[in-house]
């Protein structure tokens, strides 16, 4: 039975009682008027005891009712409120008591319904806000820069993988810890925090300007695998904006550490390349000096001046030769295209004009010279000038490395659908370490234990993009004290 039913029936029950006492009262009056006197006086003392029954019945019944009524209603209101109360509270409960199909037991239903959608969508928001801090844990995770944060409080809470690598200690001892105490036992954090004490850290930028006025950070060298990696450390505040006061406040600092070792390399790669190339002027430039101050002496015959005139001449085209070089790295650094003159190139030509380029040199070192020539060998496809500019270059640095005496050969055979021409030679080799770096700029030919070896570091390079452009291959092979064969390959034209 619904609320509603209950208490219409209370009030039905209560007037019902009223009007039949009315009503008993009313007749009773019409019948004592037309009884006789003794009569009369028996029924209204019989009346008068049945009224007071009737009041009394209905003094009775009111008072059940009034009693009756409120709790009736107040009851089930406050089983409710309890049962929600339960279930705001922190525990298992999560659904609220229907125990009667009424208007309260509705409410009841409907709370339910509601708190159903809530779970749902606090279920969508938590699983929304998991994979949230799933993907910026993973993309923490994945950085190749150190990422420490400390809150205000002077606690870690967060650090990334490279972070734990550059301070040498699992996440699982850093975390939630303070990091005076950490950075008592370690020095690269001890490190970091001076950083804290810097005038940038203190007093940053405005946002607007902050990426423009930040300082470079002091640079740490580590050495975690053996290699010397740097890292450069930059501070910044983390602020949170309070309620209370209505403006940001200071809520910890991250320490970021970029990886700058690439730069640092390239540093040490161009004071490498200005030293040795100012070694390699400077002999040459010496070399004619000393050769103009010979050619002034008047006592020197004819055929003497002749000698050191071509002496010039030979360091002057190799001067031309390291300026051409310097000039195609500016050209492909400046994104320019290799410009290609393909033709039907014979190899033998090509060989015969670089091996008698370099013949004076082979003659300084008592080089033996041994070429090899598949018959039939095609043509290949390639531009005529860049081919045997990259041949002269490889001969040259097999020159240069190989001792004197020692055998110098050179191969040109078929290759599949290319044709293959190497160059091989009798010096110290090259460590397979050191295969890709050669074909750097400026990284050099290094010997065995990866010393400069007083070459500029540009001729692989260039000879690898002007092959490449043609669309072949350059590569070596090698390993220490068996000496080097570098290969190039470039397309057949079939005839």
């Known amino acids: 039975m619904s609320l509603k039913t ?38 209204a003392l019989a009346a008068q005891r049945a009224v007071y029954l009737f009041l009394l019945i209905s003094t009775l019944l009111g008072i059940i009712l009034m009693v009756r009524l409120p709790r009736l209603v107040t009851r089930p209101l406050t089983r409710l409120t309890a049962d929600v109360e339960r279930v705001a509270a922190p525990g298992p409960v999560t659904r609220v008591a229907v125990t009667r199909n009424n208007e309260v037991g509705h409410v009841a239903a409907a709370v339910n319904r509601v708190l159903r959608q ?60 303070p990091a005076a105490v950490v950075a008592s036992h370690n020095e690269m954090l001890r490190e970091w925090l001076r950083a804290l004490d810097a005038p940038a850290a203190a007093s940053p930028a405005p946002e607007s300007m902050a990426e423009a006025s930040r300082p470079a950070g002091p640079v740490f060298m580590v050495r ?29 600092h991250v320490f970021c550490l970029r990886d700058v070792s690439a730069f640092k390399n390239l540093d040490q790669v161009k004071s490498e390349f200005l030293a040795t190339i100012s070694h390699e002027l400077k002999t040459p430039l010496a070399s004619i000096n000393l050769s103009l101050m010979l050619m002034q002496d008047e006592r020197l015959d004819a055929a003497r001046r002749q000698e050191i005139a071509s002496g010039i001449r030979a ?89 004197h005496g020692a055998a110098l050969t050179i191969r040109a055979v078929p290759w599949g659908e290319m044709v293959q021409l190497s160059v091989e030679d009798q010096g110290p080799g090259i460590a397979k370490e050191f295969h890709q770096r050669i074909f750097q700029r400026f990284g050099g030919v290094l010997g065995p234990a990866g010393q400069q070896r007083g070459s500029s570091g540009l001729g692989l390079s260039i000879s690898r993009e002007f092959i490449t452009a043609q669309g072949g291959q350059l590569w070596v092979e090698s390993q220490p004290g ?14």
């Open 224 to 252: 975690p695998h053996g290699e010397n990696l740097h890292y450069q450390l930059t501070v910044s505040e983390v602020t949170e904006l309070n309620e209370e006061l209505k403006k940001a406040v200071p809520a910890g």
């Open 482 to 495: 068996a000496g080097s064969c570098f290969t190039f390959t470039l397309p057949a034209t079939g005839n």
């Open 6 to 43: 209950q208490i219409r029936l209370g009030v039905f029950i209560m007037l019902g009682l009223l009007l039949s006492l009315g009503s008993y009262v009313i007749v009773t009056i019409h019948r004592l008027e037309t009884e006789t006197p003794s009569v009369q006086q028996t029924n």
């Open 118 to 177: 809530a779970e749902d969508e606090r279920r969508t928001t938590l699983a929304e806000l998991i994979t949230q801090r799933n993907r910026t844990d993973s993309l923490v995770r994945g950085l190749d820069e150190g990422l420490l944060l400390i809150d205000q409080h002077g606690l870690i809470v967060l650090a990334n993988p490279v972070a734990c690598l550059l301070l040498g200690q699992p996440a699982k001892t850093l975390l939630n810890q």
């Open 315 to 403: 360091e002057t085209q190799r001067l031309l030769g390291m300026v051409g070089q310097l000039i195609e790295v500016s050209r492909l650094d400046a994104g320019k295209e290799i410009r290609l003159n393909l033709a039907a190139v014979p190899l033998p030509e090509v060989v015969h004009y670089a091996t008698d380029t370099v013949r004076a040199q082979l003659t300084d070192k008592d080089l033996r010279l041994a070429v090899h020539l598949a018959e039939p060998l095609p043509c290949a496809l390639a531009d005529v000038e860049k081919t045997t500019w990259v041949l002269i270059n490889l001969l040259s640095n097999a020159i240069r490395y190989s001792p």
